[in-house]
C-alpha cells in the first residue's frame, strides 16, 4: 500500500531530482532558477545536480517529468501539477493536497 508519507519522502524528492536533471541539461536552466520551479533549496537542487541521488528512490517515468517541466516554463502551473500528479504511485486523488512546491 502506498502511503501519503512514502509520497512525501520517497516519489517528491525523486520526482524533483529527475525534473532538476532534465531542467539543468534540457533547458539549460540555473540552479536558483531550478529550486523557484521546484520549491526547494538551491543547496538540494546542486545535491541533486551533483548526483547525489535521494534514498530509496522510486522509478520516475520521463515523459512524466518532462510534462511537468515543460508545463512549468510555459507558466502552466495547473497542468504541471498535473502532470507531477499522474506520476504518483498513490495516483492522482481528487482530495490529494501534496503539490510539487
Known amino acids: ?35 523557484e520551479v521546484l520549491g526547494v533549496s538551491q543547496a538540494e537542487v546542486s545535491k541533486y545536480l551533483a548526483g547525489l541521488r535521494p534514498k530509496n528512490k522510486i522509478k520516475i517515468d520521463n515523459d512524466v517529468v518532462r510534462r511537468f517541466v515543460e508545463s512549468e516554463i510555459k507558466g502552466r502551473k495547473v ?23
Request: aromatic residues 6%; positive net charge; glycine residues 6%.
Open 79 to 101: 497542468d504541471a501539477q498535473r502532470a507531477a500528479c499522474s506520476g504518483c504511485p498513490k495516483g492522482a486523488e481528487a482530495t490529494c493536497l501534496i503539490m510539487v512546491k
Open 1 to 35: 500500500m502506498i502511503t501519503y508519507d512514502r509520497v512525501l519522502k520517497e516519489y517528491l524528492p525523486s520526482f524533483r531530482c529527475e525534473a532538476a536533471l532534465l531542467m539543468k541539461e534540457r533547458y539549460n536552466m540555473g540552479q536558483e532558477r531550478i529550486a
